[in-house]
Nanobody, 124 residues
Framework: EAQLVASGGGLVQAGGSLTLSCVASGFTFDDYSIAWFHQVVGKEREGVSCLSAIDRDKDYADAVKGRFTISRDNTKNTGYLQLNNLKPEDTAVYYC?????????????????WGQGTRVTVSS
């Protein structure tokens, strides 16, 4: 059974950092593109960043460019999102997702496997 397990969220002060992890199992992680989304209560889930499977191209939402970094370690079947210089508006539940092709997309419909979400709270 394919599974993604996200972790690393927490409470941090503005300006602080967190590293989110997403451990994959049950499928060939190397062949899958990955992405991170966030969702605020009452709002739609939005793509934050994505990393294609083969080309290793990366894309970021404008709001996080220069502050967040997406990466992956295929030897550990794990994707990461490094969050630096966090702002209160980054507060959300963060989800990782995977798609079985070499895609660079932050669209929800691209992804078929989803993690359970990890909450990030940034205090001012």
């Amino acid at each position: 059974e394919a599974q993604l397990v996200a972790s690393g969220g927490g409470l941090v002060q503005a300006g602080g950092s967190l590293t989110l992890s997403c451990v994959a199992s049950g499928f060939t992680f190397d062949d899958y593109s990955i992405a991170w989304f966030h969702q605020v209560v009452g709002k739609e889930r939005e793509g934050v960043s994505c990393l294609s499977a083969i080309d290793r191209d990366k894309d970021y939402a404008d709001a996080v460019k220069g502050r967040f970094t997406i990466s992956r370690d295929n030897t550990k079947n794990t994707g990461y999102l490094q969050l630096n210089n966090l702002k209160p508006e980054d507060t959300a539940v963060y989800y990782c997702a995977s798609a079985p092709y070499n895609s660079l997309s932050r669209a929800i419909g691209t992804y078929n496997y989803w993690g359970q979400g990890t909450r990030v709270t940034v205090s001012s």
